[in-house]
């Protein structure tokens, strides 16, 4: 069975599900996963990194926020934190720029804030399928920890 997860949507689940995050751009999908318990999560975050100001109940529009609020709801749904590996796909430019425009876009900042919040919470990054100018879809498989990357203009798909 398939659970779709929309823009600025968080979801856990367990094998034998699978869930898809549809036309990631600059959005990033960040997949957690747990392979001794075979649960997961994925969530479609917008924006790199949380600011005073923000509104309190956005946590998941947030790549740094919603990776921590993952990690909580995971653990509750009986998820070992230290067990835990992610992997991370979209962060596109999805229009020409300079290099210096590319280096601050929203899809670069989203894939560093990523990388930064794991790194600070000692979880592994076991893949990524992140940058250029094309558009993403994600299907997670809970039961092989798979995260699947489907690339519409090239014709391919990734498995990470």
Known sequence: MSERVGIAELRIARAPEVLKAYGLGSCLAIALYDAGTRVGGLVHSL????RP???PGDAT????AAIRQMVEELAAAGADPARLQAKI???AN???TDYVT????I???NARSARETLLELGIPLAG???GGNRGRTVAFDLATGHLLVYCARENRTTTL
């Open 94 to 96: 999805m229009f020409e």
């Open 53 to 55: 100001g923000d509104a």
């Open 47 to 50: 924006l790199p990194t949380r």
């Open 128 to 130: 990524e399928e992140v």
């Open 107 to 109: 899809g670069v900042r």
């Open 61 to 64: 529009k947030y790549v740094d």
């Open 89 to 91: 796909a979209g962060g």
């Open 102 to 105: 590319l280096m601050h876009s």
